[in-house]
């Protein structure tokens, strides 16, 4: 089983800083892996796909970076509507997510 | 555009079979290159993929629930269905069904989702 490790697990920062989470594959899955956003009470949303495609619609202040096994998720500038836990997700060999990031404003 | 509703009971009892079926509107099951997918997340937990069913009916499944788990697909009625078996509190979650669409290249992504509903085990 491929595991995907997040960090940090939880993160506070201020409304226009630059956020970064990172998300490391225990194995080379080159570049299949996503990233989602989850709000309270609501289902999760694609944002990233393949390590570093934007998904149709979303805000371009979101984006991805990595191959291998170390991936970057980045916000150019957080606003307050990011506030959600965010979880990596890997495909290379059937599907396994990160434990997930919680993001809160400070 | 697509959309996804999961249905089915919302209690179930201890050793018994959990049933939910995704219904699919705006499009048809059997169009496209998706695998139609269930995913659950225990109350404050994180996501578990629980399975995958393709547009030709081969499935895959998580090793730690495959010998509980059946994903099935009804194209007439443009439905999909997970079954898990021998319940215990620790299935306890919501339950979500996703279509896990392919982009090209080699690129994957859950791009729809349902809503997703709240199964509690317990007697």
């Known amino acids: 089983d491929i595991q995907m490790t997040q960090s940090p697990s939880s993160l506070s920062a201020s409304v226009g800083d630059r956020v970064t989470i990172t998300c490391q594959a225990s194995?080379?899955?080159?570049?299949?892996l996503n990233w989602y956003q989850q709000k309270p009470g609501k289902a999760p949303k694609l944002l990233i796909y393949?390590?570093?495609n934007l998904e149709t619609g979303v805000p371009s202040r979101f984006s991805g970076s990595g191959s291998g096994t170390d991936f970057t998720f980045t916000i150019s500038s957080l606003q307050p509507e990011d506030i959600a836990t965010y979880y990596c997700?890997?495909?290379?060999?059937?599907?396994?997510f990160g434990q997930g990031t919680k993001l809160e404003i400070k | 555009q697509v959309q996804l509703q999961e249905s089915g009971p919302g209690l179930v009892k201890p050793s018994q079979t959990l049933s939910l079926t995704c219904t699919v509107s705006?499009?048809?099951?059997?169009?496209?290159?998706?695998?139609w997918t269930w995913i659950r997340q225990p109350a404050g937990k994180g996501l578990e993929w629980i399975g995958r069913?393709?547009?030709?009916?081969?499935?895959n499944y998580n090793p730690s629930l495959k010998s509980r788990v059946t994903i099935s697909v009804d194209t007439s009625k443009n439905q999909f269905s997970l079954k898990l078996s021998s319940v215990t509190a620790a299935d306890t979650a919501v339950y979500y069904c996703?279509?896990?669409?392919?982009?090209?290249?080699?690129?994957?992504?859950?791009?729809?989702w349902g809503q997703g509903t709240t199964v509690t085990v317990s007697s």
């Open positions: 996703a279509r896990d669409r392919y982009y090209g290249s080699g690129t994957y992504g859950m791009d729809v």
């Open positions: 705006g499009g048809s099951i059997r169009s496209g290159n998706y695998y």
């Open positions: 069913i393709y547009t030709s009916g081969s499935t």
């Open positions: 194995q080379d899955i080159s570049k299949s």
């Open positions: 393949g390590a570093s």
């Open positions: 997700q890997q495909y290379d060999n059937l599907i396994t």
